[in-house]
């Protein structure tokens, strides 16, 4: 999935919620749409994020481009699936799947440095 304005605009009159999850079909980063598009958490998301056009010429943003193949949801890397191409990673990543942590409410995100 890659955000775009319209998911955006179509996040908050469906249930005002939002959520993300990387191709091998894990949600990683989920909350209201303006927590996740305006504080956005995990890595993943934070990438896809930096990829959205913005309109306003007088605002830059840094595109965050991740190196690497995606991973096959037949045989994902252990640990955090995101590891093999998140900026982010470190040595603890490849061992354990990051376990959910509720910032908020109604946000959750799996990312071990939230
Ligand atoms: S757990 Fe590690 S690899 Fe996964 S998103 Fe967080 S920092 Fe990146």
């Known amino acids: ?5 319209r998911h955006r605009s179509l996040a908050s009159p469906l249930g005002r919620s939002a959520w993300l999850g990387l191709p091998i ?3 990683v980063d989920q ?3 303006a927590e ?3 504080d ?3 890595p993943y998301t934070k990438a896809l994020l ?3 056009p913005v309109v306003d010429l007088g605002q830059r943003r840094e595109i965050i481009r991740l190196d690497g193949d995606m991973s096959s ?16 990673s470190t040595p603890d990543c490849a061992r354990a799947y990051p376990a959910a942590t509720r ?11 939230v």
């Not at 999935?1 to 304005?5: A, C, I, L």
């Not at 949801?73 to 982010?88: I, K, N, Q, V, Y």
């Open 73 to 88: 949801p037949a045989d994902p890397p252990s640990g955090c699936h995101f590891h093999p191409r998140c900026p982010e």
């Open 103 to 113: 910032p908020s409410d109604t946000r959750e995100v799996r990312y071990m440095r």
């Open 50 to 52: 930096s990829a959205v």
């Open 31 to 33: 909350g209201t749409a």
């Open 25 to 27: 079909r894990r949600i």
């Open 1 to 5: 999935m890659h955000p775009t304005p």
């Open 36 to 38: 996740v598009f305006d």
């Open 40 to 42: 956005p958490r995990h």
